[in-house]
């Protein structure tokens, strides 16, 4: 089974408590089957044959996780529940037991794996749906290419495989892959900036698991800032940035602090720690399709946090973070891209 590949985190979480606080879902539900300790102690028991897949509270709270992987960020032994959340989900795929929800959306995102190249040259933009949706990030991005010189081929469709791999559904996470890493090659590719931190993360962790080579080097939007030579006339002031689940807790990159320092913001603490997650289920990619009424609850429980919620500029690295908390929390939420096209 996939699980097996994390006998550390299945031997040590099921009897470990120091990370429940980070729990997302934890948090908002006040449930301790969502916390990393009886995740694990579940799956220790579908070892022993005292759980199994048919218990469909079981699966549910598998596919409740926030995945955020802060816990093992945050872990001093760098467990990997969030990795093994994410096995459990492939074993439940493999055993024919996910829930119609689940498989209903998967088959949605095989169908969507198809893009469309705009454009010429050899650097090129993949403007995924989510960050599409937001108009306003979009012209900002545009603004910030158009700042450092640079006229992307513009790459827009539908699923790279994140999603399915989020879900479990792996051949056909690493078919995605496989058909994206070529549709790059055909296109002549060399160097792909990506909007989406799932879709960064994606590329630059998941491909490889896969064995999928791409042809380019990938960069994150905020390479757009901090390598591109723009010249910014305005500093960007004062900000609450949120660290990302993927830059910081998957690739702890940190990109995000370097752009925040090349636009001389002021950035100040938001909320209680700088440990847990205010990223609304962004880790999970799909939460707010598969329970929008967590990602509603996450939202309030971050906009309950802001020192003063209608006026605190917030600065987040995805539009998935934006648009929930702005839909659900009422924040004044601006991304990364957004905050960089204001200093021009
Ligand atoms: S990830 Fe680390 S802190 Fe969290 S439950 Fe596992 S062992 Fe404990």
Redesign the pocket.
Known sequence: MHIDKFEE?IM??RF?????H?SAIGNVRFTEVD???IR?AMLYGLRTGTNSFDDEDFVDALYRQDLSAC??H????????NGLALAARADVVEAGKAPEAVKKLAAKFVKSVGWKAEGAGDVAWFLDETTAADKAVVTATKKLFAAAKISPKIITGGSIGKALKVLGFLPEAKAAAEQFAAFLRAEGVKTLFVSNPAAVNALKQDYPEFGVKLPCDVKCTAALVVQCKIKFAKAAGEVYPLADDFKKNYENCGCMEKALAALKATCKPFGTNDEETYCCGEGAVVLDKLHPELVKALAEYVAARADDPKKDKIVVASAYTKRVLVKYGKLNVVTLEELAASCL
């Open positions: 985190a040590n979480c470990c408590f120091m990370c429940r980070l916390t990393p300790r694990a816990c093992v945050h872990c001093v032994n760098h467990y990997d529940e």
